[in-house]
């Protein structure tokens, strides 16, 4: 680990090192689920992770990140909900169609609940 690393990152670093799918919230008090991808370099500054409903990686840089925890079960409603959010919020510029139609998933799967 970094010698000048604060317990509290050394606690993210081991949270993105084990965990598969995590919470991620960052001294702006964004927040993100996200999928680590492989395994994160402890002794680095950065990890990559893909956000939940995007298609493509992102890298963050540790000292952003305020903090994360494992994310175990979750109901599937919840996460078409988050996935679509996320989708919407993390695409670029041109969001594609597909965006939407998870969204009228997420729509449908809460009507056919409610029913």
Same mark, same amino acid.
């Given at each position: 680990?970094? *010698?000048?690393?604060?317990? =509290?990152?050394?606690?993210? &670093?081991?949270?993105?090192?084990?965990?598969?799918?995590?919470?991620? =919230?960052?001294?702006?008090?964004?927040?993100?689920?996200?999928?680590?991808?492989?395994?994160?370099?402890?002794?680095?500054?950065?990890?990559?992770? =893909? @956000? +939940?409903?995007?298609? *493509?990686? &992102?890298?963050?840089?540790? $000292?952003?990140?305020? =903090?994360?925890? @494992?994310?175990?079960?979750?109901? +599937?409603?919840?996460?078409? $909900?988050?996935?679509? *959010?996320?989708?919407?919020?993390?695409? @670029?510029?041109?969001? @594609?169609?597909?965006?939407?139609?998870?969204?009228?998933?997420?729509?449908?799967?809460?009507?056919?609940?409610?029913?």
């Amino acid at each position: 680990m970094l *010698s000048n690393a604060s317990p =509290r990152h050394d606690t993210i &670093r081991n949270v993105i090192g084990f965990a598969r799918e995590v919470r991620i =919230r960052f001294h702006d008090a964004h927040e993100i689920f996200a999928s680590v991808v492989g395994t994160a370099d402890k002794n680095g500054d950065s990890f990559v992770v =893909r @956000p +939940w409903g995007i298609k *493509s990686t &992102r890298r963050f840089m540790y $000292e952003d990140v305020a =903090r994360a925890t @494992p994310v175990r079960n979750m109901a +599937w409603e919840k996460q078409q $909900e988050i996935y679509a *959010s996320q989708a919407i919020s993390l695409a @670029p510029a041109a969001v @594609p169609v597909v965006v939407a139609a998870v969204a009228a998933i997420a729509v449908v799967a809460a009507v056919v609940a409610d029913a």
